[in-house]
C-alpha cells in the first residue's frame, strides 16, 4: 500500500524558513503526481503546491508563489516543500498528498488526491 510520512514541521518567527519533506513508499516519486496541501482550524484543505513528472511541471498557490519551492528526490523516494519568508498566514497543518489524475480534476481539489500522509504542524508567530 502507498505510505506518506511528512516530517520537518515546527515553530519559527515570521520572515523564517523551513523545509517540509515526505518520504514516499509504495509510489513513484519520479514518475507520479504529488502534492503539498494545507489546513489551518476552522478552513478547508487548501492547495500549496504540486508535481507532475510526465512531463515536469509544478503549480503553486498564489499565496505562496516566490515564497515555496516544491521539488523531489527520486533516488530518496521522498517530495520537499521548501518555505521561506513564512508569515503567520502559512500557519497550518501540511499535507503530502499522491495518486491525483492530473488529466481529469484540478490539483487544487483535495477530493481527487486518494492518497495522503498524516501531516507536520507548521506555525508561524508575528
Known amino acids: 500500500q502507498v505510505q506518506l510520512m511528512e516530517s520537518g514541521g515546527g515553530s519559527v518567527q515570521a520572515g523564517g524558513s523551513l523545509k517540509l519533506s515526505c518520504a514516499a513508499s509504495g509510489y513513484s516519486v519520479s514518475s507520479g503526481f504529488m502534492g503539498w496541501f494545507r489546513q489551518a482550524p476552522g478552513k478547508e484543505r487548501e492547495g500549496v503546491a504540486a508535481i507532475y513528472s510526465s512531463p515536469v511541471y509544478t503549480f503553486y498557490a498564489d499565496s505562496v508563489k516566490g515564497r515555496f519551492t516544491i521539488s523531489r528526490d527520486n533516488a530518496k523516494s521522498t517530495l520537499y516543500l521548501q518555505m521561506n519568508s513564512l508569515k503567520p498566514e502559512d500557519t497550518a497543518m501540511y499535507y503530502c498528498?499522491?495518486?491525483?489524475?492530473?488529466?481529469?480534476?484540478?490539483?487544487?481539489?483535495?477530493?481527487?488526491?486518494?492518497?495522503w500522509g498524516q501531516g507536520t504542524q507548521v506555525t508561524v508567530s508575528s
Open positions: 498528498a499522491a495518486g491525483a489524475d492530473y488529466y481529469r480534476n484540478p490539483w487544487t481539489r483535495s477530493s481527487g488526491w486518494p492518497c
